[in-house]
């Protein structure tokens, strides 16, 4: 099992990325640590240099499987479904701003929060309508570069907009492109599916990225969640993505990047 772990290149007010602050400190613990690779938040690809990011991932031996965008929300608020055409066309360059980096690195490009929530006025069928739009427009021009785009079904506290696993599959017959899948979180999941390995069953080689956090986002193995379960549904289809690790960083980040590894590998025996 590939194993990852979150880790923002910026600082970020979202909870869940285990690691923020120094880069290289960050990438060189989560190395040792026996991680595979780092998933990278990263809001604007022009904030780092990327012969930087590259060289020091590299220094670590450590690969990029994916990189998260939903900062560009979490910070400055664009979205898909933005009721101003001038955020929507922000929030679509944004995305294809990560194409290069994400084609460097070998990375799948995440559609979290950058889809946006139905804004109070606006009907769902008009958002979805943008939200289809601009996904046919990201995937064609990362399909051009030989990228994937992963959604990511959140749940209901989060966002209006594509909760489960169910609403994910049919977005994804009505963008209509290869290279656009679905990015599931064990954490929305235990919100919103009925039976977790079902879902995971249905979506199977449309599984593009796989977060794992426990029954309270904290490291797997802090809650009530049969990773056991899962994780064999998961990889049953032939699963060949990878397990990435998106908790909260308790009791501390070392701590919890530390139990959830040790835990991970112990179910691969
Ligand atoms: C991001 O991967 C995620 O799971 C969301 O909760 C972001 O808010
Ligand atoms: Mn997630």
Partial sequence: MNLSI????????????TFKGD?????????????????????????????????????Y????????????????????TDPDPVIRRAAIERI?????????????????????????GIDSTQAMEWLIEALRECSNEAGS??????????????????NN????????????ADNFGLLLDTFHMNIE???IEDSIGRCGKNIFHFHVADSNRWYPSAGHLDFTSILNRLFLDGYQG?????????????????????YLRQLEK
């Avoid at 031996?61 to 898909?80: D, K």
């Avoid at 169910?166 to 009505?174: K, N, P, S, T």
């Fill in 61 to 80: 031996h450590l690969r990029v499987p994916a990189i998260g965008t939903g900062q560009a929300w979490g910070e400055e608020g664009l979205s898909f």
């Fill in 242 to 262: 990878w397990v990435s690790g998106e908790f909260i960083p308790m009791p501390d980040p070392q701590t919890a990047a530390r139990r959830s590894i040790a």
């Fill in 193 to 195: 599916e009925s039976i």
């Fill in 96 to 120: 294809k701003s990560h194409i290069p980096t994400a084609s460097r690195l070998g990375a799948v490009i995440i559609i979290g929060l950058i889809r946006g929530i139905v804004k109070p």
């Fill in 23 to 59: 880069l290289e400190a960050n990438l060189a613990q989560i190395a040792s640590l026996g991680y595979d690779g780092v998933e990278l938040a990263i809001r604007d690809p022009k904030l780092f240099d990327p012969d930087q990011l590259d060289s020091l991932v590299s220094k």
């Fill in 145 to 162: 570069h030989g990228i994937r785009l992963a959604l990511e079904p959140i749940n209901r506290y989060e966002t209006t907009l594509i």
């Fill in 165 to 176: 696993a169910a609403q994910g599959l049919e977005l994804i017959d009505r963008v209509g």
């Fill in 6 to 17: 979150v880790l923002s290149t910026q600082p970020a007010e979202f909870q869940a990325a």
